[in-house]
């Protein structure tokens, strides 16, 4: 996970989503179901955030993965929060199903750069050297509660490294595809023919 820019919200997302969800919330102020006019802004998110996952930090496409509204604050826990374009995340439909309503994942709209780096011998995640024991704790529960350091993101991250490596991919290119595999790349001052030399398919077997 790396850091992520607050984009501005959409010049029509107040009557396409805040108005009608105050609505629905004055009429309704403790929901068990829900007007879910957030996703009158899924494409704008999409398209906002450059079709990166804010989680996986995977670039997707429309038809090969399914993109998600993510409220970062779940709207269980604070329903005002729940039509407010600062508190949705771009994410692919797994990494939302992982979060759910859990608030133990740390929100890449606040991470500072290396708050998490990428073993690349492994392809897994981990806290970054310089952060403090409580926030390296942080870390690893956003890790385990998303399984970053499983076999599916770790494939993931292979199949762009292999682009990379193969030539098939430019740097810029994977700056686009695969921001934290090319803000580590780059961090650690990796070529190419390194990555080739210290790169392995780890052992892990969790999906």
């Known amino acids: 996970m790396i850091p992520v820019a607050v984009q501005p919200e959409p010049p029509d997302f107040d009557a396409k ?11 309704n102020p403790n929901p068990t179901t829900w007007k879910e006019c957030w996703r009158n802004c899924l494409w704008d998110l999409y398209e906002s955030y450059g ?25 269980s826990k604070d329903p005002s ?75 993931a991250r292979m199949d762009w490294l292999k682009l990379y490596c193969d030539k098939d991919l430019t740097f810029k290119g994977l700056v686009k595809r695969a921001p934290f595999l090319a803000y580590e790349i780059e961090r650690q001052d990796l070529s190419a023919a390194s990555l080739r030399k210290i790169f392995r398919r780890p052992k892990n077997s969790s999906s």
């Open 81 to 155: 929060n729940a039509y407010e374009w600062d508190n949705f995340r771009l994410a692919i439909l797994r990494m939302n199903s992982l979060k759910k309503d859990h608030q133990d994942v740390l929100d890449p709209f606040r991470i500072a750069k290396e708050t998490f780096v990428l073993d690349f011998t492994t392809l897994i995640p981990e806290p970054g050297p310089k952060v403090s024991k409580s926030l390296a704790g942080k870390v690893r529960a956003t890790i385990r509660r998303l399984k970053l350091d499983n076999n599916v993101c770790v494939e």
């Open 17 to 27: 989503v805040r108005t009608p969800g105050k609505a629905f919330l004055k009429r």
């Open 51 to 75: 079709r990166i996952c804010a989680y996986s930090t995977h670039w997707f496409s429309r038809c090969e993965g399914i993109a998600t509204v993510d409220h970062f604050i779940p709207k």
